[in-house]
């Protein structure tokens, strides 16, 4: 399996190619490709893929800033996932998880990132960190639970743990609403976003 990403010269989208061997899918005559992309739902045009020689493939261009969820179709084997995939989440039903291409990395055009360096606790490093986890605007920040975001600290590493960001998305709702004045006398009191 392979999943190639092509960035379109605008940015706006990745063309992204989605390719299984025939020994991935035993003696099948169609594979699908179904996820985010397409509503999980079937439609030949958007969801059979291709047989090419040996194998089978899809290309999609998706747009970037974004992951998207999938899984494969196929006639013989049933469902399954792509080993090489970008990660794994759960599914809504128990006991499976979905493959996920990650485009939330590459920047759209359209996509228009704040400085989260004006959040009080956030320097530069925690900014990119937050980016490519999806939380590039003060808006998408806002929504984030304190919970997500200690995940995402810890993720990145012991030195990141010791920030506390309790207070970032309260602050960043100030900063999306344009409530500036008021999020700089609240600064005025914070230490480290504490």
């Known amino acids: 399996m392979a999943i ?16 299984i061997g025939n020994y991935e899918t035993l003696n099948s005559s169609q594979v699908l490709l179904l996820g985010d992309f397409n509503d999980w739902q079937i439609n030949e045009s958007s969801s059979e893929m291709k ?7 899809k290309s999609l261009k998706l747009k970037n800033g974004k992951k998207y969820e999938f899984r494969y179709l196929s006639n ?5 996932n792509d080993n090489e995939a970008d990660d794994y989440v759960p599914s809504p039903y128990a006991g499976i ?13 359209t996509q228009k990132k704040d400085d989260l360096k004006k959040i ?7 900014a990119s960190i ?24 810890k993720e990145a590493g ?33 230490k480290g976003g504490k």
């Open 4 to 19: 190639v990403k092509q960035v379109e010269s605008k940015e706006l989208h990745t063309l992204v190619t989605f390719k």
């Open 51 to 57: 047989k090419d020689g040996d194998s089978f493939t």
């Open 76 to 80: 013989d084997t049933g469902w399954f």
């Open 97 to 109: 998880h979905n493959s996920v291409v990650d485009l939330s990395s590459i920047p759209s055009k």
């Open 120 to 126: 009080e606790g956030i320097g530069p490093k925690i």
């Open 130 to 153: 937050l980016s490519e986890n999806g939380l590039e605007t003060f808006e998408k920040l806002s929504k984030a639970t304190v919970a997500t975001l200690e995940g995402i600290l």
């Open 158 to 190: 012991n030195r990141y743990t010791r920030h506390k960001p309790h207070t970032w998305p309260e602050q960043s709702k100030l900063a999306f609403d344009g409530k500036w004045k008021e999020l700089k006398e609240w600064q005025k009191t914070l």
